[in-house]
């Protein structure tokens, strides 16, 4: 997706990197919308998903979707969730999350959105990231919506 921001000049994005839990899912279960607007940007971006997998359930509740989801290791997350996104490649990156293990994706990502959502959000997350949303379709919609993250980065 190619956008002119005024003040950013034309920013491209091809990868969205994205946190499970408090992020896409609660307790382990994806939120209901989701599977529709991932599917739809599944089409236009690549996909990734990196989650401390805190209630087992990613690779299951993502199984019918065209993401990789990829699990972190218990110690260490905000170091993994970082290396991942480099190995990806961080340009053209927009990353998604809410925990503090997102903080250093979302902070050098190319654009890093917290979610505040019902488990809130770090305030290292919030601290890093270029936008800050109520939730996580808000979110995804940024980009079926471009105009809206045009309106939210213009100087
Ligand atoms: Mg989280």
Sequence with gaps: MEIEIFGMGSVSFKRIILDFNGTLAVSGVL????????????????????TG???SSAKEQLKDLDVKTVIAPLINQTAFKLDYAKSIGLSNLVAIGN??????????AHLGICVIGQEGASIEAIQ???????DIISALELFVYPKRLVATLRT
Aim: aromatic share 4%; charged share 30%.
């Design 53 to 55: 997998d805190t209630f």
């Design 128 to 134: 890093n990231s270029d936008i800050v949303v109520c």
């Design 99 to 108: 925990g503090k293990n997102d903080s250093l994706m979302l902070k050098h």
């Design 31 to 50: 939120k209901e919308g989701i599977k529709n607007i991932l599917e739809k940007l599944s089409k236009e971006f690549e996909i990734h998903v990196v």
